[in-house]
């Protein structure tokens, strides 16, 4: 199985209640990650506090924007700071405990074991929900059955943001050209990865409702995402390898 250095990229806002059980928790769970901080300009003080877990803890990072820029946008300054540094492997994760960071090792592993996006699934065999309503259910499945439908793909769970990179893919599929800010991000990332012919493994996990603070989700942003669908489809997906 192969080694490398690994990362676990964490864009940020308002979780100052959040930030310091969830390094503590990727420390616990996979001990030779890294973890990026990316702070979106937090009027709760989160990136202040990240700065104060960095001044003591080496293998902790931060980066700093000017406000509220989309969650895509956080990502991509997180992968880029990460590839510029020489990580291998590179996650993505909420802060808020919704993804648990149990799965980091499985999902590691497959990625080590050849995988080159593993994708933290909740519409697998074994994977699910806790402390949803119905309409987000129906909103979630339906949002993901519909990308599914449109793209033409196999993946189950393209609304997902637990996921784990190899450093090839995200430099081979072009970061600079990814269009979607909100949650439609993760929708286009997986379909760029599919169509440049990379291989995508889909580990089961449990996703619950955020512990603490309010969800990120909003009219607009899903709206977003049922656009950028038709987007990629008509052809403004990534090409092959």
Request: hydrophobic share 40%; aromatic share 8%; glycine share 12%.
């Amino acid at each position: 199985m192969e080694s490398g250095r690994v990362i676990v990229i964490v864009p940020t806002y308002n979780e100052r209640e959040n930030l310091p059980a969830i390094i503590e928790a990727v420390h616990q769970r996979l001990p030779e990650a890294d973890l990026l901080v990316v702070d979106d300009g937090s009027p709760d003080g989160t990136g202040a506090l990240a700065d104060e877990i960095k001044a003591r803890d080496s293998k902790v990072d931060v980066i700093h924007r000017a406000g509220k820029l989309g969650l895509g946008t956080a990502y991509i300054a997180g992968f880029k700071q990460a590839l510029a540094r020489g990580y291998d492997y590179l996650f993505e994760m909420d802060c808020d405990f919704s993804h648990d960071p149990k799965y980091l090792p499985v999902m590691l592993e497959q990625a080590k074991a050849g995988a080159d996006l593993v994708l933290g699934s909740r519409y697998v065999d074994g994977g699910g929900t806790v402390n949803w309503g119905p309409m987000r259910k129906i909103i979630s499945r339906g949002g993901s059955l519909y990308a599914r439908t449109i793209l033409g793909v196999g993946v189950n769970d393209l609304t997902g943001g637990f996921k784990c990179f190899r450093r090839q893919v995200l430099e081979a599929i072009g970061l600079d050209r990814v269009s979607a800010q909100g949650y439609g991000f993760q929708i286009e990332m997986t379909y760029r990865v599919i169509k440049a012919g990379y291989l995508v493994v889909e580990v089961p996990i449990i996703f619950v409702d955020r512990r603490v603070g309010q969800s990120k989700m909003s009219k607009k942003i899903f709206l977003e995402a049922l656009g950028l669908v038709w987007k990629l489809r008509l052809g403004k997906g990534a090409g092959g390898k």
